[in-house]
């Protein structure tokens, strides 16, 4: 059974840091690639950002530059380290497993909060 | 540049059919767009229904199918329960990038 353990949300300030964790196990965690996705209260779902196995990272126009994914493979560990945080970037973010077409399966979100 | 269409709301009543579209806003949809779907309700996780046109993910009812209809992708609940009511969004893969979700129709049960 997959398991997710997400981490990291909060409150941040305008021009703000904050990392997110998104903990999983029940695969092979290096076997595939990782997604960020996020939802603004009220709103649809939006792609963040994307890390496959092999390291290559993708991200969507309004992060690009401020957000990074990573992975410690050896921890089975999915990170979003978020800088520059504007109040636009409030949202619950999820992480995601990816298939190449596809979101296959969800972990919980983590509220991110930017208000000064 | 080429956004994803969905309708913004559907009501079905229950025990009956509603098929949910996802075009887009320049040209169709076909199976090379590998249409995905996912069911929300309010403050819950996405849950993946449908991949790649019409395959069900792991757990998902019969009573859910997918399909492509002329030039969108389509998503039917055959059979609605009162516990299908929450939001559906659907993904497309544009080719150029990560799979692009739809703004999602909120489905209503009466």
């Known amino acids: 059974e997959v398991q997710w353990l997400v981490s990291g949300g909060g409150l941040a300030q305008p021009g703000g840091s904050l990392t997110l964790s998104c903990a999983v196990s029940?695969?092979?965690?290096?076997?595939?690639?990782m997604t960020w996705v996020r939802q603004a209260p009220g709103k649809g779902l939006e792609w963040v950002a994307t890390i496959r196995s092999d390291d290559t990272t993708f991200y969507a126009d309004s992060v690009k530059g401020r957000f990074t994914i990573s992975r410690d493979n050896s921890k089975n560990t999915l990170y979003l380290h978020l800088h520059s945080l504007r109040a636009e970037d409030t949202a619950m973010y999820y992480c995601?497993?990816?298939?190449?077409?596809?979101?296959?399966?969800w972990g919980q979100g983590t509220l991110v909060t930017v208000s000064s | 540049q080429t956004v994803v269409t969905q309708e913004p709301s559907f009501s079905v009543s229950p025990g009956g059919t509603v098929t949910l579209t996802c075009g887009l806003t320049?040209?169709?949809?076909?199976?090379?767009?590998?249409p995905s779907w996912y069911q929300q309700t309010p403050g819950q996780t996405p849950r993946t229904l449908i991949y790649n046109t019409n395959s069900r993910s792991s757990g998902v009812p019969d009573r859910f199918s997918g399909s492509i209809l002329g030039n969108k992708a389509a998503l039917t609940i055959t059979g609605a329960q009162a516990d299908d009511e929450c939001y559906y969004y659907c993904?497309?893969?544009?080719?150029?990038?990560?799979?692009?979700f739809g703004g999602g129709t909120k489905v209503t049960v009466l």
């Open positions: 993904a497309l893969y544009l080719g150029s990038g990560m799979p692009v």
């Open positions: 320049s040209g169709s949809v076909s199976a090379s767009f590998y």
């Open positions: 029940g695969f092979t965690f290096s076997s595939y690639a």
């Open positions: 995601a497993r990816h298939y190449t077409f596809y979101y296959e399966s």
